[in-house]
Each structure stands twice: as C-alpha cells, then as structure tokens.
C-alpha cells in the first residue's frame, strides 16, 4: 500500500539555510533517502517552496479564483513530502520516525486512495 508522508514544520523553530545545523539536517535525509532506496519503499519525495510562493485555486459556479499564498494560516507549514510503498502502517510509521522534520514539526501519515480500482 502506498502511503503518504506530510512533513509539516514550524518555520519559526526550523533551521537557516547556510547553517552548519540546517546542512547536517540535510545529511540526515539523504541517510533516510538511502535506506527508503535500499529498502525499495520509495515512490517520490521532494521539499517544498515556502507558503508564500503558493497559489490557492478555487472554482465556483464554473469560475475559476486564485489567490496568493496558502489557504490557512496555521502554525505550522507543509514543507515537503514521501511517497512510500509500505506492507503497512507499522512499516510506514517506522520510516516516517526517520524523517528529519519530525525532530523539529510532525509527520503526518496517510494511506493512498488507489483510483484505479473504482475504474
């Protein structure tokens, strides 16, 4: 089963880029790419672009509305995300505790709807 991992962060308690603590953050999820990899678990990841380059879209009786920036504001931001294959939700929980982001915000883990089997 697929399951999706939301890193969600505190951009006030997060580390700087440029930093001697943001570059051995990076250090520690390339370890955790490598094991998802070794592991044959891995479907996709990336990090996200801040909430202020984000455009919200909306359609309403047919029109079509964006705004900048995020829908909500909460205290927490959605910063980037795994896409993992998993036997379960132990299997995935245990990779989603290797994440970086969960020492300083939270995983959120989610299973996949899989669309192909309503088709």
Do not use: W
Not at 59 to 82: C, H, I, S
Not at 94 to 109: F, R, T
């Amino acid at each position: 089963m697929q399951y999706m991992l939301l890193i969600y962060t505190d951009p006030a308690a997060g580390l700087t880029p440029g930093t001697q603590e943001f570059a051995d953050m990076l250090v520690r999820y390339g370890k955790a790419n490598e094991a998802y990899h070794a592991d044959g678990v891995y479907k996709a990841g990336d990090a996200l672009q801040p909430p202020s380059t984000a455009t919200t879209v909306k359609v309403r009786n047919g029109k079509v509305q964006t705004m900048d920036g995020p829908f909500a504001e909460t205290k927490e931001m959605l910063a980037g995300y795994y896409l993992l294959d998993c036997p379960d939700l132990d299997a995935a929980i245990k990779y989603a505790a290797m994440i970086p982001g969960a020492e300083i915000g939270s995983i959120e883990v989610r299973p996949v709807v899989d669309l192909t089997k309503f088709r």
